[in-house]
């Protein structure tokens, strides 16, 4: 499961860094890209509300939660053989 998080109030490196590190606390999260404004999240059985918590834990919010389709892996081009 991937989740776009649109999050209000991250006005500095320091919040962007401050909701990564809240959202390592989140269950079932396997991986987290947080720029300004959103998070991208990965993971299995995601829960909206605890999400949510741990952005507000650091004085943001979260306005929208938008599902992503999934990411597949990419996988290295196969190199032709003579």
């Not at 999050?7 to 890209?33: Q, Y």
């Amino acid at each position: 499961m991937r989740l776009r998080l649109m999050i209000d109030g991250m006005l500095s490196v320091h919040a962007k860094r401050a909701v990564f590190t809240a959202m390592t606390g989140v269950p079932g999260i396997v991986s987290a890209e947080v720029e300004m404004g959103e998070a991208i999240v990965e993971g299995t059985a995601l829960d909206e509300a605890e999400l949510r918590g741990a952005v507000e834990t650091v004085g943001c919010r979260v306005t929208h939660i938008e599902r992503l389709p999934a990411q597949l892996p990419l996988l290295a081009p196969l190199e032709d053989s003579p």
